[in-house]
C-alpha cells in the first residue's frame, strides 16, 4: 500500500457538509459561517460543482468569490476540503469541444444541462481540468483553512464508461500494452469462438451494442480498462497536487459498493478513503447495508480511518419516493460509521437549496431555516462529537474476513451464464448472518497474502467465480495452517482471462474442499428447496444446486427435496490443521446464520457483547483506548447487559450490569 500523508492536523472528529455558497447571495455567507458555529461544524466540503463560476469562460478565472468565503471560513475557525471543481464542465466546454462529451454503447451523446457530461478519455477535457487544477492548487497552497483536497467528485457516478472514437482508441491502446501481440489477446479472449478472430488492434472494438452477447473477456477487460481510465484521471489531479501542495492529503468521494470502479486499485492512490451513504429509511435492512460498506471502506487502506462524506440528514431528492429519516435515525446512523472506523461524519448539504434538480433534497438547514427537527438534531450531534476526539487513534480489528473482488464482480455478472440470479446480492445474507452474531468483517480482496490472511480466524468467500492462479494454493496454505474457511457456490470456476478452470469444479479448491462437482443448475425464479442440516434442523435455499461427490469431506447439510434427498448441500473437510467448508447453494439468511455460528465457534470468534436482536455492537481500540458502540437499530427501548461497569462517552454516566437505550438509541462506552 503507498503511504499516506500526515493526517495528524485532522485530529479530531470531522463534521460539516457539502457547502455551495455559489448558489447564495454573498450576504447569506456571515449568517452560513454564523450558524456553522452553531452546530459545532468544523469542516465544509467547498467548490465541488463550481468550475462554470471559477472559470466563466474558457481561460478567464474568478477566484474573488473563492477567496472570500475560504476567508470568512477560516476566520469562524472552520477547515475547508477544497474540491478540486473537475466534476461538472461548464456548459462553454462542450460548446468549444464537443467530442469532450460522452457517449453510450448505443452511441448516444449526453449533453450538458445536468452534470458531469464529460468523456473520461477526451484530450480537451483532461488539458482543461489539469489547468483548473494547478490553478486551484496554486491559489489556495497556502490558505490556513485548507485541509485536504477533494478531488472530483463521485468518479463514475453518471458516466462509468464512455464510448466515443478517442474511449476506443483508448481501448486498444490498452489492451495493446496488456497483451503485446494480436495472438496472446486472441487466446485470451477465446477468439477462436464465433469467427471473432482479429489480425489488427484497428479491427477491435469497445463491447458495443451487438447482435448477441459479445465475447465475455472483452465485456471484461472492457470493465477494467473503464475503470482504470477513471482513475487515470484521478492520479492526473493527485500528481499535479502532490507537486505543489505536497503534504495535503487527496481525498475522492467513494459510494460504497459501486460496480464500475474497482476501489482496491483506487483507495491506493489517496490518503483517505471516504464514502457517501444515502440508505433508504423504508427498507428495514438498510442499517446492515450500511454496516457492510463501511466494513468495506475500513478494509480498502486495510484499517486506516475514513470519512463518511456524504449522507442526508433528512430525506433524498431522487428516489420515487423519498422517505424522511425518523427522528433520531440520523443520529444513529451518523454513529454507526464511527462504530465501524469513520473520523469524521459529514452531510450533503448544508443549506436546501432553492432552485434546480436537488431542491427537494434534505440539508442540515432546510428551507424553513434553523428552527426546525433538522437542525436541533444536527446541532445536537456536532455538539456531541467534539467528546469523541480520542476516537481517532482507533480503529476496528476484525476476526472475520470476506474475500470481495471487482473483477470477480464483473465477471460473475456477465450475460451467457447459467442464472442471472447467481450475482454479487448473495454477498448480502453470508454479511447479514455475520452482522446478527455480532461479528465486525473486514474484506479483502482474493489475491490477499497468505500473511494476511493468517491475522483472521475466520475467512469467508461468498462467491469468487473468477479465481486468478496463485488464489488455491494460498487458500490452502491458510487452512492448512489452522485457518477456517467458507465458500460459497459458483466459486473456482474460471480463471484471469474466463476460461473455465478444467477437470471438475470447483478446480482450484478440489483438495481444500474435499469435493468435486460434475454438474450444477440453476433453479427457478422464486423457487425454494429444502435444506436439512446434520443436526436435522431445516431450512430454505434458492438459485442454485450443485451436485456434489465427495472426496474426504463430510457433510454438515443435505438437500430436503425427494429427488435429490441425501444429497449434499454443505460439506466440510479437515485439511491440515484447519477446514473448509463448502456450500453448494444459496441458503437463506436463518441457515448461513446457523452455519456461521457453527463456524465462529469452531474457529473461536465471539461477539463483543451478547447483545439482543436489533442491537448493533461494535469496538474501536488503539492508543490505549478501547470504545464499545452500541447501537439500537429497534425503534423500541432495550437492555444490554454489560459483563463489567462501563462509562458513556457521551453522557458521562456510568452504567453498571446493564445500559437501557431507547428506540434509535446509542451509548459509546470506555
Ligand atoms: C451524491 C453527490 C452529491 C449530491 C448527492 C444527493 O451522489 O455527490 O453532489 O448529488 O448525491 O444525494
Known amino acids: 500500500m503507498k503511504p499516506q500523508r500526515d493526517l495528524s492536523h485532522l485530529n479530531f472528529i470531522l463534521f460539516g457538509g457539502d457547502y455551495n455558497p455559489e448558489q447564495w447571495p454573498e450576504s447569506i455567507w456571515p449568517e452560513d459561517a454564523q450558524l456553522m458555529q452553531e452546530a ?186 473503464s475503470s482504470d481510465a477513471i482513475l487515470a484521471l484521478m492520479k492526473m489531479e493527485v500528481e499535479i497536487l502532490r507537486r505543489i501542495t505536497p503534504s495535503v492529503p487527496v481525498v475522492t468521494n467513494f459510494m460504497g459498493f459501486f460496480k464500475p470502479l474497482d476501489y482496491w486499485a483506487w483507495a491506493q492512490e489517496e490518503d483517505l478513503v471516504s464514502d457517501d451513504n444515502y440508505p433508504d429509511p423504508l427498507d428495514p435492512q438498510a442499517h446492515i447495508g450500511s454496516a457492510m460498506r463501511y466494513d468495506l471502506m475500513r478494509s480498502l487502506r486495510y484499517g486506516q480511518p475514513w470519512l463518511l462524506m456524504e449522507q442526508t440528514p433528512a430525506a433524498v ?162 487452512v492448512a495452517a489452522g485457518g477456517h474457511m467458507v465458500i460459497g457456490a459458483f466459486s473456482g470456476i474460471s480463471n484471469a482471462d474466463d476460461h473455465i478452470w478444467l477437470g471438475g469444479y470447483p478446480a482450484p479448491f478440489r483438495a481444500l474442499l474435499g469435493i468435486r462437482i460434475e454438474e450444477f443448475e440453476a433453479l427457478g425464479a422464486g423457487q425454494k428447496q429444502q435444506l436439512i442440516t446434520d443436526d436435522e434442523e431445516s431450512f430454505a435455499c434458492d438459485t442454485w444446486r450443485d451436485a456434489i461427490q465427495l472426496e474426504g469431506a463430510r457433510v454438515l447439510a443435505r438437500m430436503g427435496e425427494e429427488e435429490h434427498a441425501e444429497a449434499p448441500a454443505i460439506t466440510q473437510n479437515t485439511f491440515g490443521k484447519g477446514s473448509a467448508v463448502y456450500v453448494g447453494t444459496c441458503p437463506d439468511t436463518q441457515a448461513l446464520t446457523w452455519l456461521l455460528a457453527r463456524m465462529c465457534a469452531e474457529a473461536g470468534v465471539v461477539a463483543p457483547l451478547a447483545a439482543p436482536p436489533g442491537v448493533e455492537v461494535t469496538v474501536r481500540s488503539g492508543d490505549g483506548r478501547r470504545f464499545v458502540f452500541v447501537l439500537n437499530q429497534t425503534a423500541q427501548n432495550v437492555e444490554v447487559k454489560l459483563a463489567e461497569p462501563m462509562r458513556d462517552a457521551l453522557t458521562g454516566l456510568e452504567h453498571a450490569g446493564v445500559v437501557t437505550l431507547a428506540g434509535y438509541g446509542v451509548a459509546v462506552l470506555m
Open 317 to 478: 431528492n431522487w428516489r420515487n419516493r423519498n422517505a424522511m429519516k425518523k427522528p433520531d435515525q440520523m443520529r444513529l446512523w451518523s454513529y454507526q460509521a464511527l462504530a465501524r472506523g469513520a473520523n469524521g461524519v459529514m452531510f450533503f448539504q448544508w443549506r436546501a437549496a432553492k432552485a434546480g434538480a436537488e431542491k427537494f433534497h434534505g440539508a442540515m438547514v432546510p428551507h424553513a431555516g434553523k428552527d426546525t427537527r433538522v437542525f436541533r438534531e444536527i446541532a445536537q450531534l456536532g455538539s456531541e462529537l467534539k467528546r469523541l476526539d480520542p476516537l481517532v487513534r482507533t480503529t476496528n480489528h476484525a476476526d472475520v474476513a470476506i474475500v470481495f473482488d471487482w473483477d470477480n464482480w464483473w465477471a460473475l455478472e456477465l450475460d451467457s451464464h447459467p442464472s442471472i440470479d447467481m450475482s454479487a446480492r448473495n454477498l448480502m445474507p453470508y454479511y447479514a448472518a455475520l452482522y446478527q452474531h455480532g461479528v465486525t468483517c473486514d474484506f479483502v480482496p482474493s489475491t490477499v497474502s497468505a500473511d494476511k490472511l493468517r491475522e483472521y480466524k475466520l475467512v469467508v468467500v461468498p462467491n469468487l467465480y473468477l479465481t486468478k492462479d496463485g488464489v488455491g494454493p494460498v487458500f490452502e496454505q491458510y
Open 40 to 225: 459545532g461544524v468544523n469542516m465544509v466540503s467547498l467548490a465541488i460543482f463550481s468550475w462554470a463560476k471559477l472559470e466563466p469562460r474558457e481561460g478567464e478565472f474568478d477566484f474573488g468569490w473563492l477567496d472570500r468565503i475560504m476567508n470568512l471560513l477560516h476566520a469562524h475557525g472552520i477547515k475547508v476540503d477544497l474540491a478540486t471543481a473537475t466534476a461538472a464542465p461548464p456548459p462553454w466546454m462542450a460548446k468549444n469541444y464537443p467530442d469532450s462529451l460522452p457517449m453510450t454503447k448505443d452511441g448516444v451523446t449526453l449533453y450538458p444541462g445536468a452534470r458531469q457530461q464529460y468523456c473520461p478519455h477526451s484530450v480537451a477535457y483532461k488539458t482543461l481540468a489539469a489547468r483548473l487544477v494547478a490553478k486551484v492548487a496554486e491559489r489556495y497552497a497556502q490558505h490556513p483553512a485548507l485541509a485536504m483536497w477533494h478531488i472530483n467528485n463521485e468518479y463514475g457516478c453518471h458516466v462509468s464508461e464512455s464510448f466515443t472514437p478517442a474511449g476506443t482508441n483508448a481501448f486498444r491502446a490498452w489492451l495493446q500494452a496488456k497483451y503485446e501481440t494480436m495472438d496472446r489477446l486472441n487466446h485470451a479472449w477465446g477468439t477462436a469462438f464465433w469467427s471473432q478472430q482479429y489480425g489488427d488492434w484497428s479491427e477491435i472494438h469497445p463491447p458495443r451494442s451487438a447482435p448477441t452477447f459479445v465475447n465475455p473477456t472483452q465485456q471484461l477487460d472492457w470493465k477494467r480498462f
